[in-house]
């Protein structure tokens, strides 16, 4: 399991990555999950402002 960024719902605003305690996500059009990296803590997709981010499995 894994969180993952809807690249049309992604304004690239960068909250995302500023709030992802595993520095799991990179900067770019849109902003990228690493799912290797990312510990499913769900912090990303409480900050995005469009809702962009979901758990995927
Ligand atoms: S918080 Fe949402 S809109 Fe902002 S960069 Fe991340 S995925 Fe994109
Ligand atoms: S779910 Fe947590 S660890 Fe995974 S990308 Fe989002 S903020 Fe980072």
Redesign the pocket.
Known sequence: MAHK??AD?????????D?CPAEA?S?GT??VIDADKCVDCGA?AS???????APVS
């Open positions: 960024i809807d719902k992604c304004v690239g605003c960068g909250c995302c990555k709030a996500i900067e849109p902003y990303c900050t995005c402002p469009n809702e962009a981010i």
